[in-house]
């Protein structure tokens, strides 16, 4: 399971500071894995499959490390088994072989099946929708099955084991937060799922009212009639009432 590493255990000799744990921007730790599907070293799985585009490395699979420090290839552990270094400083979980030096407040989730960061305090699994929510949104987000199973409709990346934080829209569809963000930001205002608003458009409907006040409706279209097929509700319309 994942666990912070105290400084009660006095086996395990504090990292020594050094360039070496260090080796990509992931992850700051004292060994690196020796994968399963091709034997080739690397700091860690996400450089592992940024470099091998032909396949991914299945991070429960991995069975054996390196040491940064003394360069010897072991089994996975908390230590190295020959100078003694603590591989991850702050966190290590030997289920998902996650190894840190920086305190996120890491904690692996048995439901999730991985690790996720923010404290457990702060979060909850949610059995229905799939993955762990923060709290405050525990009695009002939007329950959708397994919805943390499906790719990002903006980037088509994973979302379940996603590194970014995911965002949740009123019609319970998930999206990366960046994503979300980018979609704000260049006026798309439309659930890419279901074409739902995924924010509060209430502010910019009465901006467009205002404008529409300030001019009359051609003679020609003032008797203009149109079907609205809305499959979110019925809206009554102002003018006519119907």
Known sequence: MGEQVGKMDEDVTDPPVGDYRKLCSHYSRGCSFVSP?????????????????THKIDRYRVTEVQCRNCHKKQPVSRCCSDCGISFGSH??????????????????????????????????????????LCLTVKESHFCRRQASHD???????DLHTSLSAMHTTECGHLLHMMCYTQMLQKGLYQCPQCQRS?????????????EREMWQMPQHLREFKVKVNNIHGIYTVSVCGE
């Open 198 to 210: 995924i924010t509060d458009m209430s502010t910019a409907w009465r901006r467009h009212d205002e």
């Open 37 to 53: 599907c091709c034997g080739k070293v690397y700091p860690c799985r996400l450089c592992h499959d940024d470099q091998e585009l």
């Open 91 to 132: 966190y290590f979980c030997s289920i998902c072989r996650l190894y840190s030096d920086d305190d996120k407040q890491q904690f692996h989730c048995g439901k999730c099946g991985l690790c996720r960061v923010g404290g457990r305090e702060n979060f909850f699994h949610c059995d229905t929708c799939g993955y762990c």
């Open 151 to 157: 790719n990002c409709p903006v980037c088509m990346e």
